[in-house]
């Protein structure tokens, strides 16, 4: 198992330049992590490599609440976990890898972000949607499926020993995306207000960091 998880994180240090979507999911399947062609807009910019890839199951939770004069179901957090799927001889395992979820973001005084915590260390990103960075384009997205989504770095953290498996994450695409819509009835009236729906979805997620400069 060890020699698993030292596979695991030596495809952490391999990295990919990202010219294109066409040659970001060539080179990132030679590196084991398989990322599929997305929009220009979902595209990391070039000084970034792809360095780890999870596959999440959990659910993205909704609250009722007062909009516009009427009601509306309001996104408020996901809660997920990000396995790594790995075969050893005829068997294939699922390892938990990641956290993910809603948390204060202390290099941003504490504002609520997007957090990815790792299992292994401790280390931890957070995030938000970079700039024009959500596509729910039929040609990527599945119907049904919540947007596909580029994400930016807004703080990371070491583990307490020290550990920095996401701490140098600058990316985070979440793509292949199912389910997770919120629901389209249960809040249409003043009764439903403070009422919650955790919808189950499933994602993968691919991780980027800056590609290290020769000297």
């Not at 909704?62 to 001889?89: E, K, N, V």
């Not at 395992?93 to 202390?106: A, V, Y």
Request: hydrophobic share 40%.
């Amino acid at each position: 198992m060890k020699n698993i998880f030292r596979y695991f994180l030596a495809v952490g240090v391999v990295g990919v330049s990202l010219g294109s979507s066409v040659a970001l999911a060539q080179t990132a399947a030679i590196n084991g992590i398989n990322v599929p062609t997305v929009p220009a807009n979902l595209q990391v910019p070039e000084g970034n490599m792809v360095f780890l890839g999870g596959h999440a199951q959990g659910t993205q939770n909704y609250i009722c609440l007062p909009s516009g004069g009427s009601f509306a179901w309001t996104f408020f957090s996901p809660q997920a976990t990000l396995l790594f799927d790995y075969r050893l001889g005829p068997i294939d395992f699922k390892q938990q890898i990641i956290t993910h979820f809603l948390s204060p973001n202390p290099v941003e005084n504490g504002t609520g972000r997007a957090t990815w915590q790792s299992s292994i260390d401790t280390s931890a990103v957070w995030a938000k949607v970079a700039p024009g960075g959500s596509t729910s384009d039929p040609a990527f997205v599945a119907s049904g499926a919540i947007p596909w989504l580029l994400l930016a770095a807004v703080g990371t953290q070491r583990g307490p020993n020290g550990g920095d498996i996401l701490a140098n994450t600058t990316f985070v695409q979440r793509l292949n995306t199912a389910g997770g819509v919120a629901p389209s009835a249960g809040c249409s009236q003043a009764s439903n207000v403070g009422a919650t729906a955790l919808v189950p979805y499933t994602a993968d997620y691919f991780f980027y960091k800056a590609i290290p400069r020769s000297n």
